[in-house]
């Protein structure tokens, strides 16, 4: 049985705390920096000043060009920065939470023996799925009620042919993108991926308990069904959540992209968990072998990532059509810093160290490889939320480090009291004795 140390709760209190303060001084000097017009005159002036003017969101393209228009704009991106803050993370977090379910769903539905030591840390990691979840509905009605306005499409005037405004492309995709059915949408991709998370672990208590087959068998059900959940509200969060940022931009590459991001996180997060009970001696039974085999996964989900970024970005730049190419363009001139750098955590680290299968077995540099992948995979929910919501106007400053630490510390917080209160051992699995003989032949 797992024990919360006293070291860690308080590690994880004082970054939810540290994390609160942080992000309170950034949103007094975001809103501080909105009533003075001048400084954001002054910032427009410098954002523009090497001569460029490429839009980072396509319904720029299409808005009014006065200059009391644009500053109205400007401000509405400045002012987009704390609730932006928040969303990436979250996404980042729900995803990841839901992708260790995937992964562990997966693993009762093909049956597989290795992986059952670890399944308790899969289901610790899913169980953030609520908290996470929570804060999106949170965001999902600040944006319908508009106290926000991370998501363009959401303003009445766009689909009224009477308004001024009146954008036809966001009017043609009207009965997917409006408010009441997006809210909708996120209850059901929210409650329904607790309500699993829920059911899977009360069934696995349950067969712990009995030992019975057919309560074994509704695992093996309820994974199933959480797969084809998973598959369906993947896509369809990945749209609403991140790709419906930009509008007038699609991609068919884009669910996959999101969903293997999320999948890498989520081994990552759960090779670092296993070391650290391995490490202090409450999972003994994992070893080299299971390290190995999650190593592998890590590695093919990062290499699997890349794939997917590489298509998607050569199949928009070759087409080099302006109202889709706009939404790398932009990336590439105001978030250079961070677009092709991406790569370096995500691919290219990943590609030199780990292809080797001996480095896999070793402690230190996979979990520091997982670290790595962790902070890349960060930075790419950064890069798919911000360019479209504060535009050229961005940091990464109080407001994103507070948002970031605080989410830290409350998934610490939230997944070790979840492991605090389970057996770290499936003893009614199947399969378990399989997974204590695990011994991987290369």
Known sequence: MYTFSPKLRLISIILIVLGLVLFGAGYMMNHGLLGDEAKITHLMETVHSNGHNAPTHSSEMNGGHNAASHIEHVKHQIANEPLSAIHFVAVFLFGLSAAAMFFYSIQHASHAGWSIIVTRVMEAVGSFMPWAG??????????????????????????????????????????????PFYVIRTLIYVLGGSFFVWKLKSLTKKVDETKSREDYKKVYSWSVGYIAFFGFCSAAWAWDWLMSIDPHWYSTMYIWYALVSCLASAIAVIIIISVYLKKNGFLPQFNDNHLHDLGKFLFASSMLWTYTWFCQFMLYWYADIPEEVNYFFGRFEYYSALFLPSLIPTFLIPLIVMVSSSIKR?????????????????????????????????NFGLLEIGSVVFFAGLFIFVVMTTLSKMKLIPSGNPYLHESMIFEYPF
Do not use: R
């Open 362 to 394: 070793n402690y230190k540099v996979v979990v520091t490889m997982a670290c790595i992948v962790i902070l890349g995979q960060l930075i790419i929910h950064f890069l798919m939320v911000m360019p479209g919501t504060v535009g050229p106007f961005w």
């Open 134 to 179: 929570g804060v999106l509905i949170i965001v999902a009605i600040l944006n319908a009620a508009h106290y926000g306005h991370l998501f363009h499409w959401m303003d009445p005037a766009l689909v009224d042919p009477n308004s001024s405004e009146f954008d036809p492309l966001i009017y043609e995709k009207k009965k997917f993108l409006n408010v």
